[in-house]
Structures are given as structure tokens and as C-alpha cells.
Nanobody
């Protein structure tokens, strides 16, 4: 079955950086687009970043453009999210999600999530 395991979250000060990883198994990783989504405290899920199967197409939410970078290594079945210049409003549980070619939808399988807290 589809397994997605996120890691790399934690507590960081505003302006700091974190790199999230997501190890995928149970499906042919290189044949699927992938996304990062997040759920801030008390709010619903929101799209963060998307990457196509081969990595040629990447999109990000306006709120993270220029600060977050999504990448993937198909040889390692791993998805990454490099997060720089973090802000308190980036505090959320971050999930990686298998996606369709047109983007993420709430019904797509996702992992258990990793907590990111940005606070001084």
C-alpha cells in the first residue's frame, strides 16, 4: 500500500531554515507528481508546493514563493521541501501527498505529517 513518511520538522526561530523529507514506498514514485500541503493550527489543509513526475514543473503558493523549494530524487523515492526565511505563519503540520498530474486534491493519499513550529 502507499506509504509516505515525513521527517525533518521541528522548532525554529523566525528567519531560520528547515529541510523536510518524505520517503515514499508502495507505488512507482517516478510515475506520480507529488505535493507538500500543510495544516496550520485551527485551519484546513492548504497547498504549499507541487512538483511534476520528472521535476520539470514546480509551482508554489504565493505565500511561500521565493522562500520554499520543492525537489525530488526519483532514484531514492524521496521528496524534499527546503524552507528558508521561515515566518511564524508557516507554523503547521506539513504533509507530503501523492498527486495527480494537475495538482493535489484532498482525497490524495498523504503521510502522517511532521510538525513545523516557527517561534522565538
Amino acid at each position: 500500500q502507499v506509504q509516505l513518511v515525513e521527517s525533518g520538522g521541528g522548532l525554529v526561530q523566525p528567519g531560520g531554515s528547515l529541510r523536510l523529507s518524505c520517503e515514499a514506498s508502495g507505488f512507482p514514485f517516478e510515475y506520480y507528481a507529488m505535493s507538500w500541503v500543510r495544516q496550520p493550527p485551527g485551519k484546513g489543509l492548504e497547498r504549499v508546493s507541487f512538483i511534476s513526475r520528472g521535476g520539470a514543473t514546480r509551482t508554489s503558493a504565493e505565500s511561500v514563493k521565493g522562500r520554499f523549494l520543492i525537489t525530488r530524487d526519483n532514484s531514492k523515492n524521496t521528496l524534499y521541501l527546503q524552507m528558508n526565511r521561515l515566518k511564524p505563519e508557516d507554523t503547521a503540520v506539513y504533509y507530503c501527498a501523492r498527486s495527480g498530474d494537475l495538482g493535489w486534491s484532498p482525497a490524495d493519499p498523504r503521510g502522517q505529517g511532521t510538525q513545523v513550529t516557527v517561534s522565538s
